[in-house]
């Protein structure tokens, strides 16, 4: 009788919502299988661990206090008074590195297995652009402990904003909300992490998700040529439910390294910031931003009649617009694609932030 | 396979994800649940009840991580300050018999407004508000 | 508003008026224009006084024969015996000073004819301190003035110009040491490196314009100025009659008077401690200073082990800033039995060091059970991780389960 009654409501939920055509489209969706498949998890555990920041965020929000003179309580309390709030704080600081990481590896992985052809070019700028919002995300976040690591790190990154030609100076006030890192620029941050790049980011990602759907998972060159010559067509397992099983499976052991990180090295806290004492010595950003930052330490303050620092930037805006560009300068006049040379830009890039970043952190 | 298995692979595979999101939610209800004290002691602080504290003493309490000697000069005449001497940051004390503030470690004298009579100090004590609510004493940072 | 008015006009009177001292040696060589250069900076400048008032003559006058006659008061340089006396016409005289200083003293004359130095002078020795040697002339500056020599920063290296002149202090059978053992001490760290300007430097003990050595009977009293309790301690203890049965000073025996280096346990020691410069080991002094060693030795000890408990137990992410609280009250107590062992009572700096134990082992305690919620929470990411790996294992199984009914209809079909 109860199992009638529910069916009966889901009948009636299943019609006013029209799932009949959603139901339909998925039982159709299949997903390539091959040697390459298990790469194509990183999007998804992105989008997961994404998803997990939204939910710790959000109860973050219950107790946190944008302002500097309760912030860094207000964190503290999180830790020790709440229940279970060194978990969930815990958590939110390890999963963004997670997520940026995963990040990091999804975009590798299109790279070396060249999704980014014709015709996902949009998905791969769309992409780029996700990038480098969740950059921005871990960069404002940092702040908000507003703890003496956080505090000096932010003053060092919006020195560097400064260094952009032309609107550097103008991009670096943005950012402070003023001429120094003080109360404004935290308040600012807070809202450019909770509402402002949110809000970016949903609707870049649902486009991103949409164009994903659209043109399906990309299946890679090498793969391809391999069952064209061998007369066979590349096998496909359908989404629901292997695929799904198969994607829940790795948000599973994405979990367990969260809940290990979590619960066995939880974050510190730190000292609270005071603007007017001296930086510690050794300060630096994140690991994610720390092969720029080792990389800017080693150009020379001049280089002929330009500051070390601004050709820095400019080198590196150059590099990130080139490489948003990879599907353009990757595809020939007759619509084959430079595998080598994407390849090798890629293993280059890699191993160049692999390297600095090591640099940084030891040096 | 034959259903028996299937059937113990499902109960397994339920069985994990309940267990496994039992796991995350409870956690998750318990932190949504406010915690006795309703936020951090940054700007106050309940140090005892009236009866705690006898007419022309003093004592030290926590505000925060600070301390802050607490003096109840009258029935109704109470006095607060922060309790880190100025000088060397020793705690300071409470002299009923000279009615002042002392400072053991080298000899510096405070007045009962904070401010400093003789010896090393360089600055006043950072004086504090003190409120009665239903017998209890609260400490509080002036505004 | 007004007194500053009245200021400015009476500095541009100054200035208006005719100073044909400063005019003339202003525009002469060497030593002949150093005063009159310098005197920009001097405080009496300030206060509208001239050349001729400490050295007499007519400032008005153009003419050097007239302006320099000794007819109109002129005394030239004053010799070194006569200083003291000529700044004592302003300086002693209570209605003139208190025209610019209401709070000012005037006793510095008196005081300065008890010191050494001012006794030595009117014995007709030249080669003391007088007024000049420590503020300067021609530029005299406020004591408060950090350029003045008399600065409590700068009061050692101004002493120091004679004092730690061997040479000097040989011919007065004095040593030439004490600046440089000064400088080694805690006092002058407290005023150079951390700028804490209530620090004793020498004027502080010494007296400034009655500078005298205190009396061996008065060090304590000196000392106690500021170690209230370690003097009220040392003088109910069996140390204060001996010592001055023996005319030892308390305080300098132990600690030093110019080098006064930071204490530590290590002076109750008898083997290369201060304690033992004078008692055996085996005697009862001994006996005592190695019972309040070993105390004050066993707290520290105490205290390190819950520092180190309860830093653990934080950087495991366990909130233990209220033991951390009750630690630092230890600390005190360590602080407390080591003043109280000027009384050299085992039993007095026995409260101290118990109550302290007390504390620390209440923080150990917290620490103990803040490192077991630690442990609680590993139980409960170990029940998480388990449930997470069941989950993974059942999904695992169902991908397998239904990979093999994929390929058995396809077997089937082949067979």
């Known amino acids: 009788m109860a199992l009638a009654t529910i069916t009966r409501i889901r009948l009636w939920f299943e019609d006013r919502l029209g799932l009949d055509a959603v139901k339909e489209f998925l039982a159709h969706k299949s997903v390539p299988r091959h040697s390459a498949t298990m790469w194509y998890y990183f999007g998804g555990i992105t989008l997961f661990l994404f998803g997990i920041q939204v939910a710790t965020g959000i109860l973050l929000l219950l107790y946190y206090r944008p302002s500097p003179n309760e912030a860094y309580e ?26 940026i990481l995963a990040a990091f590896i999804h975009m590798f992985s299109v790279v070396f297995l060249h999704a980014y052809r014709a015709p996902r070019e949009l998905t791969w700028l769309t992409g780029i652009v996700l990038l480098g919002l969740a950059l921005g995300f871990g960069f404002s976040g940092y702040l908000l402990p507003w703890n003496t690591i956080s505090f000096f790190a932010t003053k060092v990154g919006t020195d560097i904003a400064a260094d952009v030609p032309l609107i550097g100076p103008a991009l670096a006030r943005f950012l402070r909300g003023g001429t120094d890192v003080s109360g404004g620029t935290l308040t600012r941050f807070f809202g450019f992490h909770v509402a402002v790049l949110p809000g970016i980011t949903t609707l870049v990602l649902l486009l991103h998700l949409a164009l ?63 603007p007017f004492a001296p930086a510690p010595a050794g300060i630096r950003p994140e690991w994610y931003f720390l092969a720029p930052f080792y990389t800017l330490k080693l150009i020379p303050s001049r280089v002929w009649f330009v500051e070390g620092e601004v050709l820095g930037v400019v080198c590196f805006g150059l590099l990130a617009a080139t490489w948003a560009c990879l599907p353009f300068w990757a595809s020939r006049k007759d619509g084959t694609i430079r595998t080598r040379l994407v390849t090798g830009a890629g293993v280059l890039l890699a191993s160049y932030l692999a390297v600095f970043s090591a640099l940084g952190y030891w040096r | 396979m034959d259903s028996s298995r299937r059937g113990i692979v499902y109960w397994l595979l339920g069985g994990g994800l309940i267990s496994s999101l039992a796991s995350f939610l409870y956690p998750v209800f318990r932190y949504m649940r406010p915690p006795e004290v309703a936020e951090a002691a940054v700007s106050e602080a309940e140090v005892g009840t009236v009866n705690e504290f006898p007419v022309n003493s003093g004592k030290i309490v926590r505000f925060g991580n600070k301390p802050v000697l607490l003096i109840r000069l009258g029935e109704q005449d109470w006095r607060a300050f922060s309790g880190t001497c100025t000088h060397l940051d020793c705690t300071v004390q409470y002299q009923p018999e000279r009615q002042r503030i002392w400072c053991a470690c080298h000899n510096g004298v405070y007045d009962l407004n904070g401010r400093v009579i003789s010896g090393p100090p360089p600055r006043p004590l950072e004086p504090f508000e003190v409120h009665l609510r239903d017998g209890e004493v609260i400490v509080t940072r002036r505004a | 508003m007004r007194p500053t008015i009245t200021l400015l006009l009476l500095a541009a009177a100054a200035a208006w008026a005719q100073d044909t001292c400063v005019d003339c040696h202003a525009s002469l060589e060497g030593n002949l224009q150093a005063p009159a250069k310098a005197y920009a900076d001097d405080i009496h400048r300030e206060r509208g006084f001239g050349c001729a008032d400490c050295h007499g003559g007519d400032p008005t006058a153009m003419d050097p024969e007239e302006s320099m006659s000794p007819a109109k008061g002129f005394r030239g340089a004053i010799r070194r015996t006569e200083i003291p006396n000529l700044c004592a016409r302003c300086h002693s005289d209570p209605d003139l000073m208190h025209r610019y200083v209401p709070q000012q003293r005037v006793d510095q004359l008196a005081q300065y004819r008890t010191s050494v130095h001012g006794k030595r002078l009117a014995a007709g020795d030249e080669n003391v301190a007088t007024c000049v040697d420590c503020h300067s002339v021609h530029d005299i500056r406020q004591v408060k003035d950090p350029l003045s020599p008399v600065h409590p920063l700068r009061i050692v290296v101004t002493c120091a110009r004679c004092h730690a002149d061997e040479k000097l202090m040989a011919k007065y059978n004095l040593w030439a040491t004490q600046p440089e053992d000064y400088k ?202 388990v449930a997470i790996a069941v989950t993974i294992i059942g999904l695992w199984l169902a991908i397998r389960s239904r990979e093999q009914r994929a390929a058995a209809p396809a077997e089937t079909a082949r067979e």
């Open chain 1, 74 to 99: 207000s964190v503290q309390f999180i830790m020790t008074q709440v229940d279970f709030g060194w978990l969930i704080r815990s958590v939110h600081s390890w999963a963004a590195n997670l997520m």
């Open chain 1, 212 to 274: 994903v759907q659209k043109w399906n998972i990309s299946i890679p060159p090498k793969v391809e040529e391999e069952y064209r010559r061998q007369g066979r067509e590349v096998p496909r397992i359908p989404f629901v439910p292997d695929f799904i099983l198969r994607e829940l499976m790795a948000w599973y052991i994405t979990l367990a390294i969260l809940g290990v990180l979590a619960a066995l090295f939880p974050w510190e806290l730190g000292e609270k910031a005071d």
């Open chain 3, 184 to 385: 080694a001490s805690v006092h002058w760290k407290a005023l150079a490196e951390r700028g804490d300007l209530s620090a004793p430097s020498c004027a502080s003990c010494h007296g400034n314009h009655g500078a005298t050595p205190p009396q061996v009977s008065s060090v304590a009293a000196v000392c106690g100025l500021c170690h209230v309790l370690q003097e009220q301690f040392f003088d109910k203890s069996p140390h204060y009659e001996a010592f001055t049965e023996l005319g030892l000073s308390g305080c300098v025996v132990c600690h030093g008077n110019h080098r006064i280096e930071h204490p530590t346990d290590k002076m109750l020691e008898i083997e290369g401690g201060t304690c033992g410069k004078c008692h055996e080991a085996d005697s009862q002094a001994g006996k005592i200073a190695a019972e309040i060693r070993g105390m004050l030795v066993r707290l520290a000890g105490e205290l390190e082990r819950s520092r180190e408990i309860l830093d653990e137990a934080r950087h495991a992410g366990i909130e233990v800033s209220e033991a951390e609280i009750q630690l630092a009250q230890a600390r005190d107590n360590l602080l407390k039995a080591r003043v109280t062992v000027h009384s050299f009572d085992v039993a007095a700096v026995g409260r101290d060091i118990e109550e302290g134990l007390q504390i620390a082992a209440a923080a150990y305690q917290a620490g103990v059970e803040a490192l077991k919620e630690r442990d609680r929470r590993r139980l409960g990411l170990i029940f998480s991780l």
